[in-house]
């Protein structure tokens, strides 16, 4: 079986972890622990994993999933060093959205990568303030209802993805913002506090080069995105991992070589760093059991 951790917080902003077990019949609760007065260390991590893997057995334990942070990471290898048959790794789906996090926040990988791709997080940042102020503002948030059935989201930045999936909201409801800030009859009437920041919502909604570039980000983000749905299921999935991986990097540069009309032997500066990204997260995620349950995949 494999012990799975995730660390969340409830309503009341406690910080908790969850443990499960998972096998072939499916997940199964094991407990919850309340750590909000603990300090995340490797060794308190570890610890608390060493307990249940204890209870359950650790003949009957494989592996054991957590997020892909330092701190899990290092959690993992002290429990490899206790159990020498069982391996940690790391949860795909959040090292994907770890990818995604690094490929909207250039800065963080460098100068080059920024000077090549610092035009995604002026993107993110201007949908953000977009969705600041309407969300903000009850009646213009009315008035949108009036123009759509679906609302702008207010996503927690815990959630994987966050900003994509703020993102493909947009684009679902372009037309609905668009109509929105052109009505002569609503817009300028509940816009007044604040004319200045209302004029820069609705320069950015009508600009169809920022629509474009909004596009663009879902192309070649959305092969990305597919797999972390994949993988964030309860199903079996790590047999197909090798796969998926190497099919999804091929899938986003073959949009951002379509957008740029590029050869595939020619180079991009924008995908290299792009591919740069994803192949720094899998360094930090593939481990021997993968390798092994592809090996052993019948397909």
Not at 56 to 75: K, L
Not at 180 to 190: C, F, R
Not at 209 to 214: L, N, R, Y
């Amino acid at each position: 079986m494999t012990i799975v951790s995730d660390g969340w917080s409830d309503i009341r902003q406690r910080s908790l972890v969850n443990i499960l077990a998972v096998n072939e019949c499916g997940p199964i609760f094991l407990q919850a622990i309340n750590n909000e007065d603990e300090v995340n260390t490797k060794e308190y991590i570890a610890e608390k994993l060493i307990a249940v893997i204890e209870e359950v057995g650790p003949e009957n334990v494989v592996q054991v999933i957590t997020d892909n942070d330092p701190v899990c990471r290092a959690a993992g290898l002290l429990i490899e060093e206790k159990y020498d048959h069982i391996q940690w790794m790391p949860c795909i789906a959040h090292t994907l959205s770890l990818a995604l996090k690094d490929v909207f926040s250039p800065n963080n990988t460098g100068d080059v990568a920024f000077k090549d791709s610092h035009w995604i997080s002026e993107v993110v940042e201007d949908a953000i303030m977009i969705k600041n102020f309407i969300i903000n503002h009850t009646m213009i948030s009315s008035i949108l209802s009036e123009f759509s059935k679906l609302k702008i989201l207010a996503i927690s930045n815990t959630r994987f993805a966050s900003d994509l999936v703020m993102l493909k909201r947009f684009r679902l409801i372009k037309q609905s913002l668009i109509m929105l800030v052109i009505s002569d009859k609503w817009w300028p009437v509940y816009c007044n506090d604040n004319m200045e920041q209302a004029q820069l919502v609705k320069y950015k909604l009508t600009d169809n080069s920022w629509w474009k570039q909004v596009d663009y980000i879902l192309s070649f983000t959305e092969p990305i995105y597919s797999m972390m749905r994949v993988t964030d299921t309860e199903e079996p999935r790590l047999h197909l991992i090798n796969e998926m991986w190497n099919t999804m990097v091929e899938k986003v540069k073959a949009a951002i070589y379509k957008h740029e009309s590029r050869e595939p032997e020619e180079e991009s500066a924008f995908y290299s760093v792009v591919h740069g990204i994803l192949e720094d997260w899998w360094s930090r995620s593939k481990t021997p059991l993968q390798c092994l349950a592809h090996s052993l995949n019948p397909r």
